[in-house]
């Protein structure tokens, strides 16, 4: 299958600050991106779509100021968690798919914010 | 109701069983059926992919598809510590653009050595 690659796989910051969080679709153009949060022993929750050179459509209850979502190429994404605090603690996946196809997705990010 | 159901488990089986996996669904616009395995703290790594009924085998994997019974299984044969892993179904009405994937709860399974 294609291959989605999700960087970094860890991070942990300090509350207040911001991370990044990048998806590259490594042999396939990606037309859509999705950013998903996924609680421990949970399934993913949809947080947004990304179509490239467009602005993302967030989902209910998604802070679009506090999940900032670029998707500026054909195979980038990033995701970018401002101000970050102790609630946003959790593991992050993006998934990306061709202009009609199924959707592959990155290794995920789990990020601990102290 | 949720739109997909799936028993989270825990599901724990001896080696070389067969295992079965199942889902539910209550909206008749889905015509795609996928099945993802994810690896603890690992991405969701997609292991079949059917569309509309029947069924679709690969190694010891089969998917089969009942939508007029809006139900999907997943069959894995001689089942090796190796799978175990959570499994989730996931489906959607298309493939193109900004088509959501709906994904079941996930089930956790544990094959015993």
């Known amino acids: 299958g294609a291959v989605v690659s999700q960087h970094p796989s860890r991070v942990i910051c300090k509350s207040g600050t911001s991370v990044k969080i990048e998806c590259r679709s490594l042999?396939?153009?990606?037309?859509?991106m999705f950013w998903y949060r996924q609680f421990p022993k949970k399934s993913l929750m949809l947080m947004a779509t990304?179509?490239?050179?467009?602005?993302?459509?967030?989902e209910q209850g998604v802070e679009k100021d506090k999940f900032l979502i670029n998707h500026a190429s054909l195979t980038l994404s990033t995701l970018t968690v401002t101000s970050a605090h102790p609630e946003d603690s959790s593991f992050y996946i993006c998934?990306?798919?061709?202009?009609?196809?199924?959707?592959?997705f990155g290794q995920g990010t789990r990020l601990t914010v102290v | 109701q949720k739109e997909v159901e799936q028993d989270p488990g825990p599901l724990s089986v001896p080696e070389g069983a067969i295992v079965s996996l199942n889902c539910t669904y209550s909206?008749?616009?889905?015509?795609?059926f996928m099945w993802y395995r994810q690896y603890s703290r690992k991405g969701p790594e997609l292991l079949m992919y059917?569309?509309?009924?029947g069924n679709k085998e690969d190694g010891r994997f089969t998917a089969q598809v009942d939508k007029s019974s809006k139900y999907i299984s997943l069959f894995i044969r001689d089942s090796q510590p190796s799978d175990s892993a959570t499994y989730l179904c996931?489906?959607?009405?298309?493939?193109?653009?900004?088509?959501?994937?709906?994904f079941g709860q996930g089930t956790r399974l544990t094959i015993n050595p």
């Open positions: 059917t569309y509309s009924s």
């Open positions: 042999d396939f153009q990606a037309t859509t």
């Open positions: 909206n008749s616009a889905f015509q795609y």
């Open positions: 998934s990306a798919r061709v202009q009609v196809g199924v959707a592959f």
């Open positions: 996931a489906m959607s009405a298309g493939l193109g653009g900004a088509q959501k994937l709906v």
């Open positions: 990304s179509n490239e050179g467009s602005k993302a459509t967030y």
